[in-house]
């Protein structure tokens, strides 16, 4: 039996706070390159890439200003643990990453583990509208990462 959700637009701090804290680790790769930057070529999924953009955009404006009012106050659910795991395997990656870990399986946590992220957080706030671009966005940073940086 499917219920009715019913959304309000608004204003979420905590889907804004999730996206920045995930954001810091590119921010800072931004300002300072790793030494062995493998990240930083020329993608081959330009297609992929714009849609993955597109994707993003709408992601975070979902979580941001789509409100279910049927969502509980933000605690600790297994939801959210699992949001906040996978963010911390996610800076994990990151620190991988800069001491020149680059293999296939720190380039897969950085291109799955901030989605988790997005995803477990949107499925405790009830977000289903928000479920949709975080998906695709997924696949799309899953197909950029493998193609450009595992095949």
């Given at each position: ?30 300002a ?38 049927d ?29 020149s ?8 946590g ?20 928000a479920?949709?671009?975080i ?17």
């Amino acid at each position: 039996m499917i219920k009715n959700t019913k959304y309000k637009i608004g204003f979420d701090i905590w889907g804004l706070s999730t996206f920045i804290i995930i954001m810091i680790p590119n921010f800072i790769w931004f300002a300072v390159p790793a030494a062995n930057d493998i990240l930083r070529g020329e993608s081959i999924t330009k297609t992929v890439d714009v849609i993955a953009s597109i994707c993003q955009v709408l992601m975070v404006m979902s979580l941001c200003i789509f409100i279910n009012e049927d969502r509980k106050k933000i605690s600790f659910t297994r939801f959210i643990m699992a949001a906040i795991i996978c963010c911390l395997l996610y800076f994990l990656c990151w620190i991988l990453y800069y001491v020149s870990v680059t293999n296939a399986i720190v380039i897969l946590g950085l291109i799955i583990f901030p989605c988790l992220t997005f995803l477990f957080f949107a499925i405790d706030r009830k977000n289903m509208i928000a479920v949709i671009p975080i998906s695709i966005f997924m696949v799309c940073h899953l197909i950029y990462g493998i193609v450009n940086y595992i095949i």
